[in-house]
């Protein structure tokens, strides 16, 4: 097969595809989450992608992306996530993680891991943590991160976060002992607070030696694709992005008539006899997906129409 034609028939597999939803995308190490948006919108033709929850480039795992209209839900993803993590103790670094300079080093071959045990029961429950100085955070307009690589070290506001359980994978005693956890928490948690926080605890330092996001929201590790999945994919005609309203399967649903589903899309509120409250998904006879609603006092309000009817 010639180039020119190998070219129009991967045009021609992309344009067959209806490339609206989303992409459970594995994160390769050394990748930030804007390369694989702008890698994946490359290999897919296709102008609006964005993603959720970023990665920092030297974590790996779940990267929701989402695709075409799909972008405009991804505000309503919910926000619960799980990390594996290893933490290397005796050791401060600038970032928390071991691509920062270090700031102490000090052996704890003593620890055990018992002790270990007892402290991260701290970290479980609804909690404030302050984000590492290198972030993603903005203060003032600026992004912490920008900040730090300029010299002007900012500590970002505190924040209360929630930590659902913390499990320990395994202990590696030495001078400079290794702890594998695995963690699910809740939206805006930093791993690397928590690798930071618990060397304070422990008198010893801390920081995050390597981490993976095994699921964020409905995406799991073990459903994901790599890149090179995704383009192999591609070139033989068969991947299908994940369908838009799947990834929101923990919200409520509400199923409207025909009638009363063609007035909502046109913006009107309309009444529905639900005992909820909240953001809803909202169907036409429990087959269309047609957007998303607030339900207060029995109306329903749109708040953002994906698949108007016409």
């Not at 609804?126 to 003032?140: G, H, M, W």
């Not at 690589?149 to 005693?173: L, Y």
């Not at 899309?265 to 429990?286: A, F, S």
């Given at each position: 097969m010639s180039?020119?034609?190998?070219?129009?028939t991967?045009?021609?597999r992309?344009?067959?595809?209806?490339?609206?939803?989303?992409?459970?995308?594995?994160?390769?190490?050394?990748?930030?989450?804007?390369?694989?948006?702008?890698?994946?919108?490359?290999?897919?033709?296709?102008?609006?992608?964005?993603?959720?929850?970023?990665?920092?480039?030297?974590?790996?795992?779940?990267?929701?992306?989402?695709?075409?209209?799909?972008?405009?839900?991804?505000?309503?993803?919910?926000?619960?996530?799980?990390?594996?993590?290893?933490?290397?103790?005796?050791?401060?670094?600038?970032?928390?993680?071991?691509?920062?300079?270090?700031?102490?080093?000090?052996?704890?071959?003593?620890?055990?891991?018992?002790?270990?045990?007892?402290?991260?029961?701290?970290?479980?429950?609804?909690?404030?943590?302050?984000?590492?100085?290198?972030?993603?955070?903005?203060?003032?307009?600026?992004?912490?991160?920008?900040?730090?690589?300029?010299?002007e070290?900012?500590?970002?506001?505190?924040?209360?976060?929630?930590?659902?359980?913390?499990?320990?994978?395994?202990?590696?005693?030495?001078?400079?002992?290794?702890?594998?956890?695995?963690?699910?928490?809740?939206?805006?948690?930093?791993?690397?607070?928590?690798a930071?926080?618990?060397?304070?605890?422990?008198?010893?330092?801390?920081?995050?030696?390597?981490?993976?996001?095994?699921?964020?929201?409905?995406?799991?590790?073990?459903?994901?694709?790599?890149?090179?999945?995704?383009?192999?994919?591609?070139?033989?005609?068969?991947f299908?992005?994940?369908?838009?309203?799947?990834?929101?399967?923990?919200?409520?649903?509400?199923?409207?008539?025909?009638?009363?589903?063609?007035?909502?899309?046109?913006?009107?509120?309309?009444?529905v006899?639900?005992?909820?409250?909240?953001?809803?998904?909202?169907?036409?006879?429990?087959?269309?997906?047609?957007g998303?609603?607030?339900?207060?006092?029995?109306?329903?309000?749109?708040?953002?129409?994906?698949?108007?009817?016409?």
């Amino acid at each position: 097969m010639s180039l020119e034609i190998a070219i129009i028939t991967y045009e021609l597999r992309i344009t067959n595809y209806s490339v609206q939803g989303f992409l459970n995308l594995n994160k390769p190490l050394d990748w930030t989450s804007h390369d694989c948006v702008a890698r994946v919108r490359r290999l897919l033709r296709l102008k609006r992608v964005g993603h959720a929850g970023t990665l920092d480039p030297k974590a790996t795992g779940v990267l929701p992306i989402a695709l075409g209209k799909a972008t405009r839900l991804l505000q309503y993803l919910p926000g619960e996530k799980a990390y594996q993590a290893t933490i290397r103790l005796g050791i401060r670094t600038t970032t928390d993680d071991l691509e920062g300079e270090v700031i102490t080093s000090q052996p704890c071959p003593g620890l055990n891991l018992a002790t270990i045990k007892t402290a991260l029961g701290q970290f479980i429950g609804t909690i404030e943590q302050i984000p590492p100085s290198y972030s993603a955070i903005q203060v003032d307009g600026k992004r912490l991160y920008d900040l730090a690589r300029k010299g002007e070290i900012v500590q970002a506001p505190v924040r209360t976060i929630e930590v659902f359980d913390i499990e320990v994978m395994a202990w590696h005693d030495g001078d400079f002992p290794e702890l594998e956890i695995a963690i699910a928490c809740g939206a805006g948690t930093y791993i690397r607070a928590i690798a930071r926080d618990l060397g304070i605890v422990l008198n010893t330092g801390g920081t995050l030696a390597a981490l993976t996001r095994t699921q964020s929201s409905s995406f799991h590790l073990k459903n994901s694709l790599t890149l090179t999945d995704l383009e192999t994919q591609i070139q033989a005609g068969t991947f299908q992005p994940i369908l838009p309203d799947a990834a929101l399967q923990k919200l409520p649903s509400v199923n409207l008539p025909g009638t009363f589903a063609k007035k909502w899309c046109q913006g009107q509120q309309v009444p529905v006899n639900l005992d909820i409250l909240g953001i809803v998904r909202v169907y036409e006879q429990e087959t269309r997906f047609l957007g998303i609603a607030q339900l207060e006092d029995n109306m329903l309000i749109p708040q953002m129409v994906f698949e108007p009817i016409s």
